[in-house]
């Protein structure tokens, strides 16, 4: 079974400050981690992935998240902020089985805040 | 990747109608599409999987008499609610899985009267 713990349901940072939104992860098997985006009344916007590749995940927007296997940790980072960027943001993980597709498991969610 | 549709974007019913959700593949043929829902300010939880051809896989706790799921063609799945209810009221959202990753609809408000 998988969880997400997302830390802080909200966190509000400054225009051009480095935005971190945390995200930990429980799995029985290698993760498929993700973060997506989603903007009052819609759906979700894929950021980025993490597919067992690289540790360092490049996303879109200029996101970029780190998956760290001993702290069971795949936080996501921006390292100047935009008003734009102020939305939901979603940590998901995915159990990578032999095969088949599997639904995602998500996080609570973090509000991000975007002070002018 | 994958572009998704759902209809309608917004559905007020009443009590113990029943509503039904299309959920369309634009661009890709999907053996799998997933059905998720959102309640305000809350995470999305899965409710079921619909594989193309053969019956949806709820989750558990999923009355799935209740949430009829049908996956007819590679480009259509659709979710029913049933006998609709006010705790019934919520952010209804499906996703594609085109391998790894999965992308989303752009989900469908359901209130119920």
């Known amino acids: 079974a998988q969880s997400v713990t997302q830390l802080g349901s909200h966190v509000s940072v400054s225009e051009g400050a480095l935005v971190l939104l945390r995200c930990n992860y429980s799995?029985?098997?290698?993760?498929?981690l993700f973060w997506y985006v989603q903007y009052p009344n819609q759906g979700l916007q894929l950021l980025l992935k993490?597919?067992?590749?690289a540790t360092l995940v490049k996303g879109i927007n200029g996101f970029e998240a780190e998956f760290k296997k001993s702290e069971t940790s795949f936080h996501l980072t921006k390292p100047s902020a935009h008003m734009s960027d102020a939305a939901e943001y979603f940590c998901a993980v995915r159990g990578k089985w032999g095969g088949g597709a599997d639904g995602l498991t998500f996080g609570k969610g973090t509000h991000l805040i975007i002070q002018p | 990747g994958a572009v998704v549709s759902q209809h309608p974007s917004r559905v007020i019913c009443k009590s113990g109608t029943s509503v039904k959700i299309e959920c369309r593949s634009l661009d890709f043929q999907a053996t799998t599409m997933f059905w998720y829902r959102q309640f305000p300010k809350q995470s999305l939880m899965l409710m079921a999987t619909s594989n193309e051809g053969s019956k949806a896989t709820y989750e558990q706790g999923v009355e799935k008499d209740k949430f009829l799921i049908n996956h007819a063609s590679l480009t259509l799945s659709t979710l029913t609610v049933t006998s609709a209810h006010p705790e019934d009221s919520s952010f209804y959202i499906c996703?594609?899985?085109?391998?790894?990753?999965?992308?989303f609809g752009p989900g469908t408000r359901l209130t119920v009267l």
């Open positions: 993490y597919t067992s590749a």
């Open positions: 799995s029985s098997v290698p993760p498929y």
């Open positions: 996703s594609v899985a085109t391998g790894i990753e999965q992308f």
